[in-house]
């Protein structure tokens, strides 16, 4: 079973699939995606020193036919496929539905269907091609755990899901998937000075702040999308990223287990703490 679903930023999708009207005949770039290797060379230096890998975009190629019963009815599916796939819109949605699961990334198409001229045919072959800025195929329910749910005095490890803990404030939280994610942190109720650390990468973010009993922290740490933000309560909402200390990282939660701990200046107790976050994939 293969279905795939872009749905644009209007709300609008097209579901492409093994079944009429959108038969999908070939599928490319849903693995492999380029690297780019960064080296450099000194004086006299055998070879090249490594300083890091990066990936570049992914580029997903969809062949395909429109089957339809009529000429007008092929006109409508190609209208559609037009209208939904219009690369002025700017970045979708691309929801892969495999026999290993569900993935979503963000695509844009690269230019609007490619639609060859079949003038008294019912069938009509297709192109697509999406780029996807962000290479890494994402879960499409994101992993939510209120940290403040496990503090208690049971002394056993505990297993939900991915995540493994002790009855506290630290708990450790596994990524399985093949990358960093970006985490979102929410703190809810009052309390001083709130602060997250990643005990295993000995990485924290601080806010210096007291968080009034009405109010939410939100800290996300996704890259170019550095947030800090209190809401009140009653949907208003403000950037509270002055308000950060400057010894913080905006970390993220590396592949494997990670150790977090929470903690305030004044030793709070009816503070909630979520820590949200979706895995990332380089291929499906």
């Given at each position: 079973?293969?279905?795939?679903?872009?749905?644009?930023?209007?709300?609008?999708?097209v579901?492409?699939?093994?079944?009429?009207?959108?038969?999908?005949?070939?599928?490319?770039?849903?693995?492999?995606?380029?690297?780019d290797?960064?080296?450099?060379?000194?004086?006299?230096?055998?070879?090249?020193?490594f300083?890091?890998?990066?990936?570049?975009?992914?580029?997903?190629?969809?062949?395909?036919?429109?089957?339809a019963?009529?000429?007008?009815?092929?006109?409508?599916?190609?209208?559609?496929?037009?209208?939904?796939?219009?690369?002025?819109?700017?970045p979708?949605?691309?929801?892969?539905?495999?026999?290993?699961?569900?993935k979503?990334?963000?695509?844009?198409p690269?230019?609007?269907?490619?639609?060859?001229?079949?003038?008294?045919?019912?069938?009509?072959?297709?192109?697509?091609?999406?780029?996807?800025?962000?290479?890494?195929?994402?879960?499409?329910?994101?992993?939510?755990?209120?940290?403040?749910?496990?503090?208690?005095?049971?002394?056993?490890?505990?297993?939900?899901?991915?995540?493994?803990?002790?009855?506290?404030?630290?708990?450790?939280?596994?990524?399985?998937?093949?990358?960093?994610?970006p985490?979102?942190?929410?703190?809810?109720?009052?309390?001083?000075?709130?602060?997250?650390?990643?005990?295993?990468?000995?990485?924290?973010?601080?806010?210096?702040?007291?968080?009034?009993?009405?109010?939410?922290?939100?800290?996300?740490?996704?890259?170019?999308?550095?947030?800090?933000?209190?809401?009140?309560?009653?949907?208003?909402?403000?950037?509270?990223?002055?308000?950060?200390?400057?010894?913080?990282?905006?970390?993220?939660?590396?592949?494997?287990?990670?150790?977090?701990?929470?903690?305030?200046?004044?030793?709070?107790?009816?503070?909630?703490?979520?820590?949200?976050?979706?895995?990332?994939?380089?291929?499906?």
């Amino acid at each position: 079973m293969r279905k795939l679903t872009f749905t644009n930023t209007r709300g609008e999708s097209v579901i492409l699939g093994n079944t009429r009207p959108f038969l999908v005949t070939k599928l490319e770039g849903t693995g492999a995606v380029d690297a780019d290797i960064q080296m450099q060379k000194s004086p006299f230096q055998d070879g090249r020193t490594f300083i890091d890998s990066l990936l570049d975009v992914r580029t997903v190629s969809i062949e395909g036919a429109i089957v339809a019963t009529d000429l007008l009815e092929r006109t409508s599916r190609r209208k559609k496929l037009i209208s939904v796939l219009n690369p002025k819109l700017g970045p979708g949605t691309l929801r892969y539905e495999y026999d290993g699961g569900v993935k979503v990334i963000q695509a844009i198409p690269d230019m609007s269907p490619t639609l060859p001229d079949r003038q008294n045919s019912p069938f009509q072959k297709f192109l697509l091609t999406l780029i996807c800025p962000e290479p890494f195929w994402l879960d499409e329910k994101a992993r939510e755990y209120e940290m403040s749910d496990f503090v208690g005095g049971m002394q056993f490890p505990l297993r939900l899901g991915t995540m493994f803990s002790m009855r506290g404030s630290k708990l450790v939280f596994k990524n399985a998937g093949d990358v960093e994610s970006p985490i979102e942190i929410q703190f809810s109720g009052a309390c001083q000075n709130p602060k997250v650390t990643n005990l295993t990468t000995g990485e924290f973010i601080r806010v210096n702040r007291e968080i009034k009993a009405n109010e939410t922290l939100i800290i996300t740490t996704a890259f170019g999308n550095k947030r800090v933000e209190i809401d009140d309560g009653d949907g208003n909402v403000q950037n509270a990223f002055h308000y950060i200390d400057l010894d913080s990282t905006f970390w993220q939660m590396k592949k494997g287990d990670n150790k977090i701990q929470y903690s305030t200046d004044d030793g709070a107790t009816n503070v909630k703490v979520k820590i949200i976050w979706k895995q990332r994939y380089l291929g499906v």
